[in-house]
């Protein structure tokens, strides 16, 4: 019927898009099966807290404040490549706020609706199959002359018809659920929505700061007292 092969797209909808949406947050398959294993073995030493996904916006700026401080704070360079190393130390803070954000307006519903609402739905179409076969193998066996009687066969076949109204109501259920399914898109989209946001205004502040430090350089003799005093903001994640 219709309502069963719409219920079946759901089904397969949910877990591609499952998948497919944590490979987006997380691109890097190597990253994210050594995650699996590091994860999985601290469960099984009862260890509870987890290991974060190393976002390349984070490597890259752990990388260039490294190498920022080796130059020196003599160094305009190594201050600017510093200064750029803790605008994607706060990016990568955000993409985590931006992971925990879909896990739980997108993905978290999303399995919910497959755990409870497809997992009934595929309950009772196993459960109508097998009243099916039930009712089919009696009506045989009436027709064949073996001993079911009268009162077996309508008892197989309101199992039966029982099951397939159960079946039916519970995928109606599913299928009726829309509104929730677009409120739940809408979690989404605001949650990369904000996540750009702020990615754009730590962007605009670190153009700022290198801006800055090129006036610096570039007119030392017009601004020394500024250059002395001037250093990269810290910034705790």
């Given at each position: 019927s219709c309502s069963m092969q719409k219920t079946d797209v759901i089904y397969r909808l949910i877990d591609d898009v499952h998948i497919k949406t944590n490979e987006f947050l997380q691109p890097n398959p190597a990253s994210r099966a050594k995650l699996w294993t590091v994860n999985n073995l601290s469960k099984m030493r009862g260890q509870v807290k987890n290991t974060p996904y190393p976002q390349p916006e984070g490597v890259l700026g752990e990388a260039m404040i490294?190498?920022?401080?080796?130059?020196?704070?003599?160094?305009?360079?190594?201050?600017?490549?510093?200064?750029?190393?803790?605008?994607?130390?706060?990016?990568?803070?955000?993409?985590?706020?931006?992971?925990?954000?879909?896990k739980q307006n997108f993905l978290d519903p999303l399995t919910q609706i497959k755990e409870n609402d497809i997992k009934e739905v595929l309950a009772l179409r196993k459960k109508t199959e097998n009243r099916r076969l039930d009712y089919d193998c009696k009506k045989r066996k009436k027709s064949s002359g073996s001993a079911v009687t009268e009162e077996e066969l309508r008892l197989a076949e309101e199992k039966f018809e029982e099951s397939k109204s159960m079946t039916q109501t519970a995928m109606t259920r599913v299928l009726s659920n829309e509104l929730e399914?677009?409120?739940?898109?809408?979690?989404?989209?605001?949650?990369?929505?904000e996540y750009?946001?702020?990615?754009y205004e730590i962007l605009k502040e670190m153009m700022k700061q290198l801006n800055d430090r090129y006036?610096?350089?570039?007119?030392?003799?017009?601004?020394?007292?500024y250059c002395c005093i001037y250093k990269p903001s810290k910034v705790h994640l």
């Open positions: 490294k190498y920022g401080k080796e130059l020196g704070e003599e160094s305009n360079f190594g201050a600017a490549l510093a200064d750029c190393g803790e605008s994607l130390r706060q990016m990568a803070g955000i993409k985590y706020a931006l992971e925990d954000n879909i399914h677009i409120t739940h898109l809408c979690g989404f989209a605001e949650g990369f929505l750009h946001r702020q990615c006036v610096c350089f570039k007119c030392p003799a017009k601004i020394d007292w």
